[in-house]
């Protein structure tokens, strides 16, 4: 069945980085967009950024641009987030998403949090 499982997440100071990555299972991972969202406490869930198959093509909402960058690994399974420059309103539960046959597949998510 397919899985998703992020890591990465944790405690960072305004203007450090993290990276952030989902290991992807059950389904040929090469031949799927995938993507990264994020919801923060009280707020609605909000698209990050997508990386398409297999990885030229990229988009990212613009809270986030030129500060964020996914990547992904199609020997490896896995889609990254890099995450530079981080900020108090990036803190959210991030998750990553895979979309087939208009299903939509999501990990457990994993925790940022942006604190001084």
């Known amino acids: 069945q397919v899985q998703l499982v992020e890591s990465g997440g944790g405690l960072v100071q305004p203007g450090g980085s993290l990276r952030l990555s989902c290991l992807a299972s059950?389904?040929?991972?090469?031949?799927?967009?995938m993507s990264w969202y994020r919801q923060a406490p009280g707020k609605e869930r909000e698209l990050v950024a997508v990386?398409?198959?297999?990885?030229?093509?990229?988009n990212y909402a613009g809270s986030v641009k030129g500060r964020f960058t996914i990547s992904r690994d199609n020997n490896k399974n896995t889609v990254y987030l890099q995450m530079n420059n981080l900020k108090r309103e990036d803190t959210a539960v991030y998750y990553c998403?895979?979309?087939?046959?208009?299903?939509?597949?999501w990990g457990q998510g994993t925790q940022v949090t942006v604190s001084s």
């Open positions: 998403k895979v979309v087939m046959v208009s299903v939509s597949y």
């Open positions: 059950g389904f040929t991972f090469s031949t799927y967009a």
């Open positions: 990386i398409g198959n297999p990885g030229g093509y990229s």
